[in-house]
C-alpha cells in the first residue's frame, strides 16, 4: 500500500517513524521553510499544482491513501487534498491535534480581526506569534509588537514598531515566562494551533495576567475522517491494509 502523507508538522514525523518500514510512505512538505525537520523516508518538496495537479499526481505514483497532517491553519492544502480524493475515490484522514480550549482568550476568526482587537484594546506591546504570514494585518498598527516566526517576514508587512525573533519550537514555559516579562508584554495574539510544542506561551500569559487574542480554526471539508493522535492514524492505516 503506497500512502501519500501530507505533512510538516510533529505530528506528521511522528507518523512517519510509527510507519517506516512497513508502510510504503511518501512525505509531502510545501517548502516554505528553509531546512525543515526532515522525515524518515521519501521525501517531496513543494505545491502539486491545486486539485487538478495533485490528482494528476496521486495516480501517476498510484497512490492507495492520503493522510492530511498539515498544520491545523493550512486549510487550502486541507481542502485541496479533500477535493483531490473525493474525485478519485481514495480513502483519506485528517490528523488534527487537538485544539487548545481558548478559557478567557478572546476568540477572533482572522488576522484581521485580532489587529481590530489590538486596536479597540490599545494594547501597546504585543507578542504577536500568528507566524509570518499573519503579520501583514497588523502593519497599519501603532502598537509595538515582538514577532516570533521560524522565517523572516516580507519587510513590507511589518507594523511600524516590531521586533523580530527568528526561532522554531518547542518551547519551555520557565522561557516564556522570562521572554514576557523582559519584553513588558501587555497582550499575546496567537492562532489556535493546539498541541504541546507552543502551548507554553499560554500558560505563561496566564500566570502574568496577560490577555490572549486567539484565532480561531479554519473549519475542516465537510465529511472528512479525522484522527486526533498518532496512534488513531497508524490504527486508521493498519485497518486499511488489512481490508485489501
Do not use: K
Given at each position: 500500500?503506497?500512502?501519500?502523507?501530507?505533512?510538516?508538522?510533529?505530528?506528521?514525523?511522528?507518523?512517519?517513524?510509527?510507519?517506516?518500514?512497513?508502510?510504503?510512505?511518501?512525505?509531502?512538505l510545501a517548502g516554505r521553510?528553509?531546512?525543515?525537520?526532515?522525515?524518515?523516508?521519501?521525501?517531496?518538496?513543494?505545491?502539486?499544482?491545486?486539485v487538478l495537479g495533485l490528482?494528476?499526481?496521486?495516480?501517476?505514483?498510484?497512490?492507495?491513501?492520503?493522510?492530511?497532517?498539515?498544520?491545523?491553519?493550512a486549510s487550502t492544502m486541507t481542502e485541496h487534498a479533500a477535493e483531490a480524493c473525493d474525485q478519485l475515490r481514495l480513502p483519506h484522514l485528517v490528523l488534527a491535534r487537538p485544539a487548545w480550549?481558548?478559557?478567557?482568550?478572546?476568540?477572533?476568526?482572522?488576522?484581521?480581526?485580532?489587529?481590530?482587537?489590538?486596536?479597540?484594546?490599545?494594547?501597546?506591546?504585543?507578542?504577536?506569534?500568528?507566524?509570518?504570514?499573519?503579520?501583514k494585518a497588523f502593519a497599519a498598527s501603532d502598537a509595538w509588537f515582538l514577532?516570533?516566526?521560524?522565517?523572516?517576514?516580507?519587510?513590507?508587512?511589518?507594523?511600524?514598531?516590531?521586533?523580530?525573533?527568528?526561532s522554531r519550537g518547542p518551547y519551555r514555559y520557565d522561557d516564556e515566562l522570562a521572554l514576557l516579562r523582559d519584553h513588558r508584554i501587555e497582550a499575546l495574539v496567537t492562532k489556535n494551533s493546539g498541541g504541546d510544542a507552543t502551548r507554553a506561551k499560554l500558560d505563561a500569559a496566564a500566570t502574568l495576567d496577560i490577555p490572549v487574542v486567539m484565532v480561531a480554526?479554519?473549519?475542516?471539508?465537510d465529511g472528512v475522517t479525522t484522527a486526533g493522535s498518532v496512534q488513531e492514524?497508524?490504527?486508521?492505516?493498519?485497518?486499511l491494509a488489512n481490508s485489501r
Open positions: 500500500m503506497r500512502v501519500l502523507l501530507l505533512g510538516g508538522t510533529a505530528e506528521a514525523r511522528a507518523l512517519a517513524t510509527a510507519l517506516h518500514p512497513n508502510v510504503e510512505l511518501i512525505s509531502s521553510v528553509p531546512d525543515p525537520a526532515l522525515p524518515v523516508g521519501p521525501v517531496r518538496i513543494g505545491g502539486f499544482g491545486g490528482c494528476t499526481w496521486l495516480r501517476d505514483e498510484r497512490i492507495d491513501a492520503v493522510v492530511d497532517a498539515t498544520h491545523p491553519f480550549d481558548p478559557g478567557a482568550a478572546e476568540v477572533v476568526r482572522s488576522d484581521v480581526e485580532a489587529a481590530q482587537a489590538v486596536a479597540t484594546h490599545r494594547y501597546r506591546r504585543v507578542f504577536l506569534s500568528t507566524g509570518r504570514s499573519g503579520v514577532i516570533r516566526a521560524v522565517t523572516d517576514p516580507d519587510p513590507n508587512t511589518l507594523p511600524r514598531h516590531h521586533h523580530v525573533l527568528l480554526r479554519p473549519p475542516l471539508p492514524a497508524v490504527d486508521w492505516i493498519a485497518a
